[in-house]
């Protein structure tokens, strides 16, 4: 599977240090993952439609939708009190482009 060679570059590439145990361990962490990936590719599939979505599975599970409520809309009042600078309404922040 991998070798120690193939994790330390790994690690370069993504801008980590790791050291020789530290290495170690993710070499196993590695194999252990590409181990899976060759378990679920043995898996025959042929026949299963892919799925949009998992709730596809229990056509009696429905997704839990709230109802739309007309709702008084926020007050731009008490919104702006907790700000520390407005102005006309608007909240004032620093000037981060010049």
Do not use: C, W, Y
Request: proline content about 8%; aromatic content about 4%.
């Amino acid at each position: 599977m991998f070798t120690i060679d193939d994790v330390q570059r790994l690690a370069r590439l993504a801008r980590l240090a790791l050291d020789p145990p530290a290495a170690e361990r993710m070499r196993g962490q590695l194999d252990a993952v590409l181990a899976l990936v060759e378990r679920l590719r043995a898996v025959d599939t042929t026949g299963v439609e892919p799925l949009a979505h998992p709730a596809e599975l229990f056509s009696e599970v429905a997704l839990r939708l709230r109802d739309d409520e007309v709702r008084e809309p926020p007050q731009r009042e008490a919104i702006l009190a907790n700000a520390p600078a407005t102005e006309a309404g608007l909240f004032l922040v620093p000037k981060v482009i010049e």
